[in-house]
């Protein structure tokens, strides 16, 4: 990795946030060697030889890369863990890992690092495990994915000549670092190359519109996409930017297109998974098809196959299959699960696709039981797990809905004993899982829904309670009016005068007025509503919104539609800078109080109920 590495180029910029202020934080090629070499050392100073594993629970801090790269020149296994896993979580990895050390304090790494002696790389064979990623699958159990050197550098090195890396090239990295994307797919991808990094320690709309005008590459999941599109292009220059990539998740074809419309670059989808790396991309030169992941990269072999194993015709739906140098050799300590997974060097990726006749491949959806939300993996086993050990749950299941933010959201619908208490079962699960994995929508149900086999109906539950929000259109002008007028009584809109209705749609629509309506579908058809306006706050300096006309439909209340109209005006204020969202309640509507209670919004004394921002507000 190290041939392109020019001691004065810079390789590291960590930028402060967008309020954080103070300097930010260069690091040149010749420096990150050294502080490489001593991480070498203090992994030796550690009693740490090649083949032992280090735990690294660290935020975006230069002393991750450090340590992990420095482990990786002694033949030391790194473990990188999220930053919010909890002390439960951790010691599972750590004891199936054989884990040796755990590094979770920078402030008191730091020192220790700059202290200690500068250490040559050993010589690590290729075959040797370099990293271990935890997934995990059916049993709710994680297992240990061990990937070796040599899957590493395949990987690099076919995305170093596929989307033609130099070492001009700055990388704005706004992705964590404890995960193939932000590590192995991005930062690896500058490394390998000797290109500058610039470092955001998380993902800001703000700040990465400021920072592309100073950079040539981005790499996001599609959630960066869509807050990007939601925040605005403010007329940034992206002249110096030649690549845009997307994956970890679907990015949905309308993101596609709106980003190549409104920031004039085509985003380059590509498809991986911590087994088997990056192995589908859209190309560089040439056609990127929105809704695809591409063709197979160099070295790569692709297939779709039925469920007899048999690989199936053009179009046809199938599970995706993959072959390659960047594939992994089997689960640590797992033969069964590896013996499912591995058949003759194909891996069963659990997703399900399909290849048109002129090669392209398509992820539709999944055979595995997976939620990704802004593009982590949340497995239901290991959440529902953990919800029936809790006390009054009898039955649950954990599912994804659709977000237009993070993808998918997880979800749990749960056949309780007893009182109904989602707060409660939230705050008891929060002290045992990552915040990420925390169901955001709770449901009380009488029965799950069930096949003739037993096993839990996800499809039923994701079609029951899936809700998308959308813009409203014209072609709702209509029923907006209707359902306006029907449900006088139902929102703090009391005695509305059906003229008054109509003409203030018509005048919304013309953009006389600053207001505009969402729209929440479920199960194919349009099941609420809400209008928001804006009012400026001069107190505050900023815009605050104002939640009006909300209307869910009697049939779909409690179904979480309020709920996810709710969660969208949110973050679309958060992303537009506002101060804040607003609403007002009737005093005498004691149900759309008890809602807004429901979901956290603060009634004070005056029935005006209301979520501020933090800080900035983006
Ligand atoms: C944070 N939160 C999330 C979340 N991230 N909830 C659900 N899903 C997520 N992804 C929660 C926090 O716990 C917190 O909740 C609240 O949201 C706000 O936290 P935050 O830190 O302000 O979140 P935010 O900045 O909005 O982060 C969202 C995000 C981030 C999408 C920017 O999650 C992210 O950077 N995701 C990228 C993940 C990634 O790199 N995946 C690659 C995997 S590799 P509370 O209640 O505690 O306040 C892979 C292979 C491949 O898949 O092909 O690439
Ligand atoms: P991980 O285990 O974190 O590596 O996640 C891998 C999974 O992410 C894959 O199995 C897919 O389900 C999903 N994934 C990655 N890239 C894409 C993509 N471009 N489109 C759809 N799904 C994707």
Request: aromatic residues 8%.
């Amino acid at each position: 990795m190290r041939e392109r590495w020019v001691p004065d180029a810079p390789a590291l910029t960590v930028e402060p946030p967008l309020h954080g202020g103070g300097p930010e934080l260069a690091v040149s090629y010749g420096e990150l060697g050294r502080r490489v070499r001593r991480a070498t050392g203090w992994c030796r100073d550690q009693g740490l030889v090649a083949g032992d594993v280090l735990a690294l629970q660290l935020p975006k801090d230069p002393a991750f890369l450090e340590l992990h790269l420095g482990a990786l020149a002694a033949g030391v296994v790194t473990l990188p863990l999220h930053p919010d896993a909890t002390p439960g979580e951790v010691e599972l990895l750590m004891e199936d890992a054989g884990a040796k050390v755990l590094v979770r304090d920078v402030a008191a790494v730091r020192p220790a690092l700059d202290a200690s002696p500068e250490v040559d790389p050993a010589d690590v064979p290729w075959d040797a495990v370099a990293v271990l990623l935890y997934t995990s699958g059916t049993t709710g159990r994680p297992k240990g994915a061990p990937l070796t050197h040599g899957n590493l550098v395949a990987g690099v090195r076919s995305l170093h000549d596929a989307w033609r890396w130099t070492p001009a090239d700055v990388l704005l990295h706004a992705l964590p670092l404890f995960h193939v994307h932000g590590l192995f797919v991005a930062q690896y991808g500058a490394l390998w190359a000797g290109a500058h990094t610039r470092w955001l320690a998380a993902f800001d709309p703000v700040r990465v519109l400021e920072l592309l005008p100073r950079s040539t590459v981005f790499m996001g999941v599609p959630t960066f996409y869509s807050r990007l599109l939601a925040h605005g292009r403010h007329g940034a220059d992206l002249g110096s930017m030649r690549l845009f990539t997307s994956g970890s998740a679907p990015l949905p074809s309308a993101h596609h297109e709106a980003f190549q419309r409104e920031f004039g670059h085509t985003i380059l989808e590509r498809y991986g998974m911590t087994e088997i790396g990056i192995v589908l991309a859209n190309p560089y030169d040439g056609e990127r098809r929105p809704g695809t992941v591409g063709v197979p990269l160099a070295h790569v072999e692709a297939k779709v196959v039925g469920a007899d194993g048999a690989t199936l015709a053009p179009d046809e739906v199938g599970e995706i299959c993959i072959r390659g140098p960047s594939v992994f050799g089997g689960y640590l300590g797992r033969p069964e699960a590896t013996a499912e997974a591995l058949q003759d060097g194909w891996m069963h990726t659990g997703d399900l696709g399909s290849v048109s006749t002129d090669g392209w491949f398509r992820v539709v959806g999944r055979a595995k039981d997976l939620v990704i939300s802004g593009g982590l993996n949340v497995y239901p086993r290991e959440v529902e797990a953990k919800l029936l050990k809790l006390e009054g749950v009898r039955e649950v299941a954990v599912f994804g809905v659709p977000d237009e933010d993070l993808g998918e959201r997880v979800a749990a619908a749960v056949v309780c004993d007893g009182p109904w208490e989602p707060q409660r079962l939230q705050a008891t699960l929060r002290e045992q899982v990552a915040p990420y994995k925390l169901p955001r929508r709770w449901f009380r149900v009488d029965d799950l829904p069930r096949n003739t086999m037993g096993k839990v109906g996800k499809a039923e539950l994701r079609r029951r309670y899936g809700v998308r929000v959308r813009p409203a259109t014209l072609d709702d002008l209509e029923g907006i009016v209707r359902r306006n007028l029907a449900l006088c009584d139902e929102t703090e809109d009391f005695a509305l005068d059906p003229g008054v209705v109509r003409s203030g749609v018509a005048r919304v629509f013309a953009e006389d007025v600053g207001a505009s309506y969402w729209i929440a579908e479920r199960d194919g058809r349009i099941a609420g509503q809400l209008m928001v306006t804006t009012e400026w706050s001069d107190w505050r300096d900023r815009p605050v919104w104002w939640i009006q006309s909300v209307y869910v439909e009697p049939d779909d209340r409690r179904y979480g539609v309020y709920r996810a109209l709710h969660d969208h005006v949110l973050g679309r204020a958060r992303q537009a800078g506002a101060a804040g969202v607003r609403l007002y309640v009737e005093t005498r509507n004691e149900r759309a109080q008890r809602t807004y209670r429901a979901v956290g919004m603060d009634g004070g004394h005056y029935a005006v109920f209301e979520t501020m921002f933090a800080g900035g507000g983006s």
